[in-house]
């Protein structure tokens, strides 16, 4: 638990590396002079478990921190300050302000995300090999928490029996792939140690570098694509593309094209489905013909990947084994090692021209983790270790020494392998971080392209563009997802909340009307029917209003569902009173009910859709959404958040709003802010944007449609939506369901909660506020559950009690009768998973007016609920299967009180009577 002496603590310790490394034995001693104890190993675990600085020969380096490379120029001819031009030290002082701007947000969002543990641990189940590429094996998992980490971070797979390195290539709702160490075994379950600030690190570490010049690296493009647009309202016309450098181009991108050859910075805009990365991989083409080497740089693996295929697509050739288009790092989905039949990727390339360095490292790596096996099990041993133990420890220590030299001289010869790949390539394909590592450092491109480049914040777009020569298309569309920071401070909100499209103006210009000279923008999409594209353009893109491409009209429909009766369609809950919950220990926001009918609307088009997405801005609902699946045996059907949508696209979206004003009452800001730029009109854009045939669109639209203005775009989707959708009754789904979904009528709740209490091993109740008066009916089914186990309560009822912590008689004689029931407040949820049965319920499950309810029989499902909804053991506080206490001097039992605190609740075990709070995260 983070308190206010670690709170001190940490910040003694930040202020005292504020300028640079400091030894041990000083750091040490600032600690001790003011007023700390503690001793080396507490400031090791200290700093290493707040991110806050790495001990290297004796000293404390911060993280982030990297001394200044020495500057040189082009020609390599050192300049001296009264040599250069008045244009040049306007530029070396412009550029220092900016990478100070940059080093001084990533700073503040370090220690925003250090106010927390800078580890966490996400267990992994349902491992298998993906494949194997070069030294490194590819391994895909099902997270069991949210992995809340970019693609490209590092990290540890911790076994049972070792620690291997790990890096995060992809994640996908919950299936992360991972890149390991070719001698990692086959394993099933594991935990992936995640250090969160790693790839702030990596950013602060290279602007430091960067900050006074580096070989390679161009300040002037730097901050082109961070300047305002100066070039004249009226530019010169641009020469024609060949006939073959304009096949299968509209008219938009033929113009596009021609406008991102001018060798400056252009800005693509790409609104949903009108082919910019079709564009991009043409303009790519012509760059190939006229011999320019160019860089694709992206924020994440698959839009890489989707990149590289756009540019096989016209140009197949490419791909060889002799290294003209090559990839860096791992592709997202693990399968990606050969492009039409040839090797791209720059790990494939070095194993097969240095495979004799690759196999010696494969074989001394394989060693090292048996060694260190052998060293861990002398750890584990308790006692005095025996003299035999000893001589072992001291032969493991000679072998590892002995073979950890070659090991970083193999690394260093492959490392410079793969630059001299990459150095020899036409075009490098690489994420936004990547380019930030060893491999590609002071390389230098003729031009620079950085797709979805709004998701990309204005401090890592502003590095990517430095590798260039200053000719750099920002590509992307503004009004989808912006990049994602934690610190809310001015620096931050400048350089890593914003995109370079905003930070650079042309964001705002747009939506004042006023279209920037170098904005290149593409209007005719080809993804939505015309129904959905006019909703999405009406909403998010009056000023550049998007029309249907030819064919879309009559293009064939490839999936099909009863419910789908038109392409636009409202399931309405507003009636149904559906609650909202956050799930346990966070603050990502779920809806049973949704859920519910979500499932029910999949089963009934399982023999009829080829592919859909049911797509929600929570996690928690998605993995929800997720689980669902399992029983459906669909590859093409996919539940996603909508952030790891972004790019996707399928023949039905559901999206799921979740929020309905019950249960957490207040909604998200997304719902309620009508500023055009903030992030829910840009989560609702991508999310209807997804859909090609129909969109479903499942909400309650009393309360998220209440007022506004045509000024607020959601204001304006959903008024567009009610005016032209379809209305899908959430009785039709019911009854449309089979026996995927139950709507269980008052009169038989206490019936059929009986049935499924009997043939239970286990259960868990949740009753929200209201009257409990039919819960001692439920006495004689809940004492025929067995207990398995003596440590573990088979039965669970949470219930809320009055002010004055007084429980609802009908509760207090179930719990005097011997039933585990605790008191819980505030109680948001109204449901029960009993086994593989989930129920919910509009208003307390055992009401004599319960409301609404529905049963719900699915395992996978019931599981999810379950972890979803299950209270934790705290410090002070007893959790779910485990019996509560009463208070000492007046008998009430301590209530469980779960405070919410900066979006997370903090758990407080108290009598509300009489007994003082005790504590507990």
């Given at each position: 638990?983070?308190?206010?002496?670690?709170?001190?603590?940490?910040?003694?310790?930040?202020?005292?590396?504020?300028?640079?490394?400091?030894?041990?034995?000083?750091?040490?001693?600032?600690?001790?002079?003011?007023?700390?104890?503690?001793?080396?190993?507490?400031?090791?675990?200290?700093?290493?478990?707040?991110?806050?600085?790495?001990?290297?020969?004796?000293?404390?380096?911060?993280?982030?921190?990297?001394?200044?490379?020495?500057?040189?120029?082009?020609?390599?001819?050192?300049?001296?300050?009264?040599?250069?031009?008045?244009?040049?030290?306007?530029?070396?002082?412009?550029?220092?302000?900016?990478?100070?701007?940059?080093?001084?947000?990533?700073?503040?969002?370090?220690?925003?995300?250090?106010?927390?543990?800078?580890?966490?641990?996400?267990?992994?189940?349902?491992?298998?090999?993906?494949?194997?590429?070069?030294?490194?094996?590819?391994?895909?998992?099902?997270?069991?928490?949210?992995?809340?980490?970019?693609?490209?971070?590092?990290?540890?797979?911790?076994?049972?029996?070792?620690?291997?390195?790990?890096?995060?290539?992809?994640?996908?709702?919950?299936?992360?792939?991972?890149?390991?160490?070719?001698?990692?075994?086959?394993?099933?379950?594991?935990?992936?140690?995640?250090?969160?600030?790693?790839?702030?690190?990596?950013?602060?570490?290279?602007?430091?570098?960067?900050?006074?010049?580096?070989?390679?690296?161009?300040?002037?493009?730097?901050?082109?694509?961070?300047?305002?647009?100066?070039?004249?309202?009226?530019?010169?016309?641009?020469?024609?593309?060949?006939?073959?450098?304009?096949?299968?181009?509209?008219?938009?991108?033929?113009?596009?094209?021609?406008?991102?050859?001018?060798?400056?910075?252009?800005?693509?805009?790409?609104?949903?489905?009108?082919?910019?990365?079709?564009?991009?991989?043409?303009?790519?083409?012509?760059?190939?013909?006229?011999?320019?080497?160019?860089?694709?740089?992206?924020?994440?693996?698959?839009?890489?990947?989707?990149?590289?295929?756009?540019?096989?697509?016209?140009?197949?050739?490419?791909?060889?084994?002799?290294?003209?288009?090559?990839?860096?790092?791992?592709?997202?989905?693990?399968?990606?090692?050969?492009?039409?039949?040839?090797?791209?990727?720059?790990?494939?390339?070095?194993?097969?021209?240095?495979?004799?360095?690759?196999?010696?490292?494969?074989?001394?790596?394989?060693?090292?983790?048996?060694?260190?096996?052998?060293?861990?099990?002398?750890?584990?041993?308790?006692?005095?270790?025996?003299?035999?133990?000893?001589?072992?420890?001291?032969?493991?220590?000679?072998?590892?020494?002995?073979?950890?030299?070659?090991?970083?001289?193999?690394?260093?010869?492959?490392?410079?392998?793969?630059?001299?790949?990459?150095?020899?390539?036409?075009?490098?394909?690489?994420?936004?971080?990547?380019?930030?590592?060893?491999?590609?450092?002071?390389?230098?491109?003729?031009?620079?392209?950085?797709?979805?480049?709004?998701?990309?914040?204005?401090?890592?777009?502003?590095?990517?563009?430095?590798?260039?020569?200053?000719?750099?298309?920002?590509?992307?569309?503004?009004?989808?997802?912006?990049?994602?920071?934690?610190?809310?401070?001015?620096?931050?909100?400048?350089?890593?909340?914003?995109?370079?499209?905003?930070?650079?103006?042309?964001?705002?210009?747009?939506?004042?009307?006023?279209?920037?000279?170098?904005?290149?923008?593409?209007?005719?999409q080809h993804r939505m029917r015309p129904a959905i594209g006019e909703v999405v353009s009406a909403a998010f893109y009056r000023e550049n209003p998007l029309t249907p491409g030819p064919g879309i009209k009559t293009r064939a429909r490839d999936s099909k569902a009863w419910w789908t009766t038109g392409d636009l369609v409202m399931l309405d809950t507003s009636g149904l009173a559906a609650r909202t919950a956050r799930k346990q220990g966070g603050s990502s926001r779920y809806n049973l009910m949704h859920a519910q009918l979500i499932g029910a609307l999949m089963a009934s088009a399982t023999t009829r859709t080829r592919n859909l997405a049911a797509i929600t801005p929570f996690a928690a609902q998605a993995r929800l959404l997720e689980s669902l699946l399992d029983e459906f045996g669909q590859p093409a059907w996919d539940a996603s958040t909508v952030h790891r949508f972004q790019g996707g696209e399928r023949d039905i979206v559901v999206y799921d709003t979740v929020d309905t004003g019950y249960g957490v009452s207040k909604l998200h800001p997304w719902f309620t802010d009508d500023d055009p730029e903030s992030?829910?009109?840009?989560?609702?854009?991508?999310?209807?944007?997804?859909?090609?045939?129909?969109?479903?669109?499942?909400?309650?639209?009393?309360?998220?449609?209440?007022?506004?203005?045509?000024?607020?775009?959601?204001?304006?989707?959903?008024?567009?939506?009610?005016?032209?959708?379809?209305?899908?009754?959430?009785?039709?789904?019911?009854?449309?369901?089979?026996?995927?979904?139950?709507?269980?009528?008052?009169?038989?709740?206490?019936?059929?909660?009986?049935?499924?209490?009997?043939?239970?091993?286990?259960?868990?109740?949740?009753?929200?506020?209201?009257?409990?008066?039919?819960?001692?009916?439920?006495?004689?089914?809940?004492?025929?559950?067995?207990?398995?186990?003596?440590?573990?309560?088979?039965?669970?009822?949470?219930?809320?009690?009055?002010?004055?912590?007084?429980?609802?008689?009908?509760?207090?004689?179930?719990?005097?009768?011997?039933?585990?029931?605790?008191?819980?407040?505030?109680?948001?949820?109204?449901?029960?998973?009993?086994?593989?049965?989930?129920?919910?319920?509009?208003?307390?499950?055992?009401?004599?007016?319960?409301?609404?309810?529905?049963?719900?029989?699915?395992?996978?499902?019931?599981?999810?609920?379950?972890?979803?909804?299950?209270?934790?053991?705290?410090?002070?506080?007893?959790?779910?299967?485990?019996?509560?206490?009463?208070?000492?001097?007046?008998?009430?039992?301590?209530?469980?009180?779960?405070?919410?605190?900066?979006?997370?609740?903090?758990?407080?075990?108290?009598?509300?009577?009489?007994?003082?709070?005790?504590?507990?995260?």
């Amino acid at each position: 638990m983070r308190t206010r002496t670690t709170d001190r603590l940490v910040g003694i310790v930040r202020q005292a590396l504020q300028s640079g490394p400091v030894a041990q034995g000083e750091l040490l001693l600032a600690v001790n002079q003011a007023g700390f104890r503690t001793d080396l190993s507490g400031l090791w675990d200290l700093c290493h478990t707040h991110g806050l600085a790495d001990l290297n020969d004796g000293r404390w380096i911060p993280r982030g921190w990297a001394p200044p490379s020495t500057p040189s120029s082009h020609a390599e001819r050192p300049q001296i300050p009264d040599q250069l031009t008045a244009r040049e030290s306007a530029t070396r002082e412009s550029w220092r302000a900016a990478a100070d701007g940059a080093i001084r947000a990533l700073s503040e969002e370090l220690s925003a995300v250090t106010r927390r543990r800078t580890e966490t641990d996400v267990p992994l189940v349902g491992g298998r090999v993906m494949g194997t590429v070069a030294d490194r094996k590819l391994m895909r998992f099902e997270a069991q928490s949210d992995v809340g980490t970019a693609e490209g971070t590092s990290g540890l797979l911790v076994l049972p029996e070792m620690q291997l390195n790990a890096e995060v290539i992809s994640v996908f709702g919950t299936v992360v792939t991972l890149a390991l160490p070719a001698e990692t075994p086959p394993v099933r379950e594991a935990r992936l140690r995640l250090d969160l600030s790693w790839l702030l690190n990596l950013q602060s570490k290279r602007l430091h570098q960067l900050r006074n010049g580096a070989t390679g690296f161009n300040p002037d493009a730097a901050l082109a694509v961070l300047s305002r647009d100066s070039a004249p309202p009226m530019l010169p016309p641009l020469p024609p593309l060949q006939k073959h450098e304009a096949s299968m181009l509209s008219l938009a991108q033929r113009d596009a094209v021609k406008r991102c050859l001018t060798p400056e910075v252009t800005w693509l805009w790409g609104p949903p489905g009108t082919g910019k990365t079709t564009t991009i991989g043409a303009f790519v083409d012509v760059l190939i013909e006229r011999g320019q080497k160019v860089l694709l740089s992206a924020p994440t693996n698959a839009a890489v990947d989707v990149l590289v295929e756009a540019v096989l697509k016209r140009r197949p050739d490419l791909a060889t084994d002799g290294g003209t288009l090559v990839r860096l790092g791992q592709p997202a989905r693990g399968n990606r090692d050969e492009w039409h039949g040839q090797k791209v990727l720059v790990d494939q390339i070095a194993a097969s021209r240095g495979s004799q360095l690759a196999a010696e490292r494969k074989d001394l790596g394989r060693e090292l983790v048996t060694l260190r096996h052998g060293l861990d099990q002398l750890r584990r041993q308790r006692g005095v270790l025996s003299e035999e133990d000893l001589a072992e420890r001291d032969r493991l220590d000679r072998e590892i020494a002995k073979r950890e030299p070659r090991v970083a001289d193999l690394d260093r010869q492959l490392l410079e392998l793969r630059r001299e790949i990459c150095t020899k390539a036409q075009v490098v394909a690489a994420t936004a971080h990547q380019v930030m590592l060893q491999t590609l450092e002071g390389i230098t491109f003729d031009v620079i392209i950085l797709d979805e480049a709004s998701m990309t914040t204005a401090a890592l777009a502003m590095v990517v563009a430095g590798a260039g020569a200053g000719h750099t298309i920002i590509a992307g569309d503004f009004r989808q997802l912006p990049p994602v920071a934690v610190a809310d401070t001015p620096a931050a909100r400048q350089w890593l909340h914003q995109s370079a499209f905003e930070k650079s103006g042309i964001a705002r210009a747009v939506q004042e009307g006023r279209k920037p000279a170098r904005l290149a923008a593409l209007t005719e999409q080809h993804r939505m029917r015309p129904a959905i594209g006019e909703v999405v353009s009406a909403a998010f893109y009056r000023e550049n209003p998007l029309t249907p491409g030819p064919g879309i009209k009559t293009r064939a429909r490839d999936s099909k569902a009863w419910w789908t009766t038109g392409d636009l369609v409202m399931l309405d809950t507003s009636g149904l009173a559906a609650r909202t919950a956050r799930k346990q220990g966070g603050s990502s926001r779920y809806n049973l009910m949704h859920a519910q009918l979500i499932g029910a609307l999949m089963a009934s088009a399982t023999t009829r859709t080829r592919n859909l997405a049911a797509i929600t801005p929570f996690a928690a609902q998605a993995r929800l959404l997720e689980s669902l699946l399992d029983e459906f045996g669909q590859p093409a059907w996919d539940a996603s958040t909508v952030h790891r949508f972004q790019g996707g696209e399928r023949d039905i979206v559901v999206y799921d709003t979740v929020d309905t004003g019950y249960g957490v009452s207040k909604l998200h800001p997304w719902f309620t802010d009508d500023d055009p730029e903030s992030a829910g009109p840009r989560l609702l854009n991508v999310a209807a944007s997804r859909a090609k045939d129909h969109l479903v669109v499942v909400g309650a639209f009393q309360q998220l449609h209440r007022s506004g203005s045509s000024a607020d775009p959601m204001w304006r989707f959903f008024a567009h939506l009610k005016d032209r959708a379809e209305s899908l009754p959430w009785e039709e789904v019911v009854e449309g369901a089979g026996e995927a979904l139950e709507l269980v009528r008052p009169d038989d709740v206490l019936s059929r909660l009986e049935e499924d209490i009997r043939e239970a091993e286990s259960l868990e109740i949740w009753l929200a506020a209201g009257s409990s008066a039919d819960l001692p009916n439920l006495l004689p089914a809940l004492r025929s559950v067995e207990r398995a186990s003596d440590d573990v309560e088979p039965i669970t009822i949470w219930v809320e009690p009055d002010r004055e912590g007084f429980l609802p008689v009908e509760a207090l004689h179930v719990r005097r009768a011997g039933v585990n029931v605790r008191a819980c407040t505030p109680i948001i949820e109204s449901s029960a998973v009993i086994g593989d049965v989930v129920w919910s319920a509009s208003r307390s499950l055992l009401d004599p007016n319960p409301g609404v309810v529905l049963r719900t029989v699915n395992k996978p499902f019931a599981d999810l609920v379950n972890r979803t909804q299950r209270r934790k053991k705290s410090d002070a506080a007893p959790g779910t299967g485990q019996r509560g206490e009463d208070c000492g001097r007046c008998r009430r039992p301590l209530v469980r009180q779960e405070i919410p605190r900066r979006g997370i609740p903090m758990v407080v075990y108290e009598c509300l009577s009489c007994d003082r709070p005790r504590r507990a995260r």
